[in-house]
């Protein structure tokens, strides 16, 4: 008989050996707790109908990361002030942390390294794919990703965090060449502005996505109790 101890002492093991996604924070030693992420959540203000807003610093994450955006909303990124700037940059997904080519003649958006203020995209074609990363460096490589309208199979959401944290370490430093403005899909009409949740205090955004530090302990917590199950189940 499998006894109750041995359970217990298997747990962290299961835990970790589950099979979760990772939607927002990157894994390894910066960002695995959720006394780390509470500290550095990314905050923005709740989204509302035709407007998304999401935060982009904290723990090196975009809350929420993967955003579903019909032509016309806008998407709004707060950058915190505080301590280390982040950018919106506009990716390739067969390019990882490099700033998109120009496509005839129009140039990705990019609101070059921010802190405490704000940058909005306004959607113009939520039929193609947008991906976007943090410039900042080594940014990109720890998973700070994001995309709107990525599709549910192929170059998912899923698929470019994970190109992004193969390029990790190795991951070229870039320059910031400050704000561009315009973007393919979507575009940005006006360089960053100072932000108006500079004074919102902490909320913490991601009601419309399911990434963050939040969503990530919850998801740990049921590979845990799922791992628990199949183990007692193998070894019944
Ligand atoms: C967003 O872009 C569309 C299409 O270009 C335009 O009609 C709309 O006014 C823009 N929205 C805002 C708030 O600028
Ligand atoms: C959004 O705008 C793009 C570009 O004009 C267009 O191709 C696409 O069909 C529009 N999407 C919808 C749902 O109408
Ligand atoms: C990301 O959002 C798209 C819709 O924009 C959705 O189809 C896809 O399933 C989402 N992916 C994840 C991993 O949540
Ligand atoms: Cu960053």
């Known amino acids: 008989m499998f006894s109750f101890a041995s359970t217990l002492a298997l747990l962290p093991l299961l835990a970790v050996a589950s099979p979760q996604y990772n939607y927002g924070p990157a894994p390894g ?3 695995t707790t959720s006394t780390q992420a509470a500290a550095a959540a990314p905050s923005a203000p ?3 109908s035709g407007q998304i807003d999401v ?3 904290g723990n090196f994450v975009f809350s929420p990361a993967n ?3 019909s032509n016309g909303t806008l998407v709004t990124f707060f950058f915190p ?3 280390i700037p982040h950018s919106v940059t506009q990716g390739d997904f067969s390019n990882p942390c490099q700033p998109i080519a120009a496509q005839g003649g ?5 609101s070059g390294l921010q802190m405490g203020t704000q940058f909005t995209l306004n959607v113009t074609n939520d039929q193609i794919p947008i991906y976007f990363f943090c410039k900042a460096p080594t940014h990109c490589g720890l998973g700070m990703v994001g995309s709107i309208n990525a599709p549910s199979s192929g170059n998912t959401f899923d698929s470019w965090m994970q190109a992004a944290l193969k390029v990790g370490s190795s991951e070229k430093t870039l320059q910031d060449n400050g704000p561009q403005t315009g973007g ?4 940005a009409t006006a360089p960053p502005s100072a932000s108006s949740a500079a004074a919102s205090g902490s909320s913490s955004s991601g009601s419309s996505g399911s990434s963050g530090a939040m969503a990530l302990t919850a998801s740990s917590a049921v590979a845990a109790v799922f791992g628990l199950a199949v183990a007692m189940t193998l070894l019944a």
Not at 106 to 110: A, E, I, M, S, T
Not at 184 to 187: D, E, H, P, Q, S
């Open 81 to 83: 002030d505080g301590g």
């Open 184 to 187: 393919i899909g979507a575009v």
């Open 55 to 57: 935060g982009a610093g």
């Open 67 to 69: 955003v579903t955006a």
């Open 46 to 48: 709740p989204s509302t």
């Open 29 to 31: 030693p910066s960002a």
């Open 106 to 110: 129009q140039n990705g958006f990019d």
